[in-house]
Nanobody, 122 residues
């Protein structure tokens, strides 16, 4: 069992930066692929980025490549999303997720946080 709590969201101007954090409880954290997803009202949850259990491999959606960076610290049971050059279209609720398999589909993740709102003003 893993419990996830996101933090770091807020209001930022376009071209600004934010760093999201996800704190995990549970001794099995380091065995899970960790992902970030986002969702806006009326739309499906969208993959943002993921990092392998070891932290050695990462991948990101084309829409955020070169701007967002995912990382994890297994000693601290934490995963991060550094978001730079933010755009108004990045506005969404951002969710942290843990999965045995991982990938780009929400259904591949077993545990989810409650989400944190990111709002980018133009």
């Amino acid at each position: 069992q893993v419990q996830l709590v996101e933090s770091g969201g807020g209001l930022v101007q376009a071209a600004g930066s934010l760093r999201l954090s996800c704190a995990a409880t549970g001794r099995t954290f380091r065995s899970y692929v960790m992902g970030w997803f986002r969702q806006t009202p009326g739309k499906e949850r969208e993959f943002v980025a993921a990092v392998s259990a070891s932290g050695g491999s990462t991948y990101a959606a084309d829409s955020v490549k070169g701007r967002f960076t995912i990382s994890r610290d297994n000693a601290k049971n934490a995963v991060y999303l550094q978001m730079n050059s933010l755009k108004p279209e990045d506005t969404a609720v951002y969710y942290c997720a843990a999965g045995a398999v991982g990938g780009m589909r929400p259904g591949s993740y077993n545990y989810w946080g409650q989400g944190t709102q990111v709002t980018v003003s133009s």
